[in-house]
């Protein structure tokens, strides 16, 4: 899969994950794995990422004598939700056009 579609997907999958209730990363990992597998690295990328362009916060609570840092989606990150939602239309329409395309090959 390409890189920036694949980073891009990643990005709201992550979003997507903490968008009900605040989360931390062994969470958001377990939460994710039925759907997709994410290693705990390419994760804490995203998510450092995704601060970084304001989608998300972070607060670090003490939790069994160890800090764990929580993670809390903002107006940017609802709405870059959103805007995918309104990408997938047109993701899909290439996946179909793409497959009409390969289905006519298999019939030569």
């Not at 920036?4 to 990992?29: F, H, M, P, T, W």
């Not at 705990?40 to 800090?67: A, Q, W």
């Not at 939700?81 to 056009?97: G, P, Q």
Request: glycine share 6%.
């Amino acid at each position: 899969m390409d890189v920036q579609l694949k980073r891009g997907l990643l990005d709201v999958c992550v979003l997507a994950a903490i968008k009900n209730e605040d989360s931390y990363g062994y969470k958001i990992i377990k939460d994710m794995k039925p759907y997709i597998e994410l290693s705990e690295s390419t994760l804490y990328t995203i998510l450092k990422r995704l601060e970084l362009s304001e989608m998300l916060t972070v607060r670090t609570v003490e939790h069994g004598g160890r800090l764990r840092k929580y993670y809390h989606i903002t107006g940017n990150g609802l709405k870059r939700i959103e805007e995918f939602k309104d990408e997938w239309e047109e993701i899909l329409s290439i996946y179909r056009f793409v497959m009409r395309e390969v289905e006519g090959c298999d019939k030569t």
